[in-house]
């Protein structure tokens, strides 16, 4: 999922842009968010180490009145994301020539002007970074292919719940919210092919932490976002946490 950094040091500005960003957001219906909104480069620099596995569009004003300025941040930010979508907002024009001198690979440079002219170009932008990012991860989803009865079936790994041992040997059972699959298999093999976001939670489960809704840490049971439920080891206990915590 696509979300937003707003680093901007004048909370008047900072106010204003928020709410161009999201009244923009929701005359483009779009699903993207403003995960964090501040006047400290640091802190954007320690929500991203923390989420790395994220996309991010990143508005940065030029002139922060902090140890470093947002060129600077966005210098810093490419250490860490170097896929992110870059987006300077300032009044000051003549600064530009600094996102060319630290190579910071911006997508556009927004100028403050009036509340119309300013909305106009951040939704211009969004929208060419929101197509952007929808095509690129159309070519991205990842599938798995698994074979039940006599058909081989690509899956979406992102639409998968959770795997798990089945009652009769050597038969596995594949959870979807639109119900289940039963095919022959192990789940060593498939802990193999999936991508990071599952985790073997027990001997008999393997499961995909972005669809998990919460964990019972007393009675070592998940619950997934259909109400499903799957078995926790102590041993793996803390790993789980560990993945679904930031």
Known sequence: MLSIIICEDNNIQRNK???????????????????????????????????????????????????????????????????????????????????????????????????????????????????????????KRETIAIKCGSRIINFYMDEILFFETAETDHILRMHTEKGFYEFYGKLKDIENQVSKEYYKSHRSYLVNTSKIKSIDTKELTIYMVNGDRCLISKRNLKGLISRCTI
């Open 17 to 139: 842009i928020e709410n161009i960003i999201e009244t923009e957001l929701i005359n483009l219906k779009m699903d993207i968010s403003i995960d964090l909104s501040t006047d400290n480069p640091k802190v954007v620099i320690d929500y991203i180490k923390k989420n790395r596995d994220r996309s991010f569009i990143y508005f940065l004003d030029v002139d922060l009145n902090a140890e470093i300025n947002g060129v600077e941040l966005a210098k810093n930010i490419r250490k860490y994301d170097i896929k992110g979508y870059i987006v300077f907002i300032t009044s000051h024009e003549e600064f530009s020539i600094l996102t060319f001198k630290y190579k910071v690979q911006a997508l556009d440079y927004i100028l403050k002007t009036d509340d119309d002219i300013l909305g106009k170009n951040i939704s211009e932008c969004l929208y060419e970074i929101y197509d952007n990012y929808k095509r690129i991860n159309s070519y």
